[in-house]
Nanobody, 125 residues
């Protein structure tokens, strides 16, 4: 069983930055592909970014490419999402997710085994 706890959300003005963290329990964190997803009110949960466990390759949604950066620190069992140049349309609850054993991190919610409780990000215009 893996537990994921997100932190770092909050209220920020458009153009600002936030860094989200996701702390994971479990000794095999380094073998989990990790992803970030978000869900705005009335919308489906959507892919934001993901990172492989083996080669740390990263993947991004087109809407955040060039503004967001996903990274991981296996020694700290933590994955991060650095969000720059935030826009009001980035407002959502952000969730981290873990996929045990996947070589390539997925981009759909169905590929992930564990989820955090989410952290709210609100970007004002």
């Amino acid at each position: 069983q893996v537990q994921l706890v997100e932190s770092g959300g909050g209220l920020v003005q458009a153009g600002g930055s936030l860094r989200l963290s996701c702390a994971a329990s479990g000794r095999t964190f380094r073998r989990y592909a990790m992803g970030w997803f978000r869900q705005a009110p009335g919308k489906e949960r959507e892919f934001v970014a993901a990172i492989n466990w083996r080669d740390s390759n990263t993947y991004y949604a087109d809407s955040v490419e060039g503004r967001f950066t996903i990274s991981r620190d296996n020694a700290k069992n933590t994955v991060y999402l650095q969000m720059n140049s935030l826009k009001p349309e980035d407002t959502a609850v952000y969730y981290c997710a873990a996929d045990a054993g996947a070589v390539v991190a997925g981009k759909t919610i169905y590929e992930y085994d564990y989820w955090g409780q989410g952290t709210q990000v609100t970007v004002s215009s």
